[in-house]
């Protein structure tokens, strides 16, 4: 069975650090796209980072540019994005995703993706 499961989500103050980790099964993860998502209340899915199948090149939104962090650990087949610098803006449910099919484009078109984490909650408030 392929599974993604989000974890290490929770509270922090505003300008604190959490660092996401996605744990994937039954496939693994080095040789595909892999990429978080989020989530705010009220608000559409919108995509944060991404990451290259063989490059390795990543990528982050504007929004979250010089604050995330998306990485891999393929021993662990585990993928992980860091979090600094937390505002009440990045406040939501968190997503990782992969895609096992190649697809070419870009790595932050959400319809690429095939498999899907439930998400992790972050919630940054004082």
């Known amino acids: 069975q392929l599974q993604l499961v989000e974890s290490d989500g929770g509270l922090v103050q505003p300008g604190g650090s959490l660092r996401l980790s996605c744990l994937v099964s039954g496939f693994k993860l080095d040789y595909y796209d892999v990429a978080w998502f989020r989530q705010a209340p009220g608000k559409e899915r919108e995509w944060v980072s991404c990451s290259k199948r063989g490059s390795g090149n990543t990528y982050v939104a504007d929004s979250v540019k010089g604050r995330f962090f998306i990485f891999r650990d393929n021993v662990k087949n585990t993928m992980y994005m860091q979090m600094n610098s937390l505002s009440v803006e990045d406040t939501g449910n968190y997503y990782c995703?992969?895609?096992?099919?190649?697809?070419?484009?870009?790595?932050?078109?959400?319809?690429?993706?095939?498999?899907w984490g439930q998400g992790t909650q972050v919630t940054v408030s004082s």
């Open positions: 995703a992969a895609d096992r099919l190649q697809t070419i484009g870009p790595c932050e078109i959400e319809s690429k993706y095939q498999y």
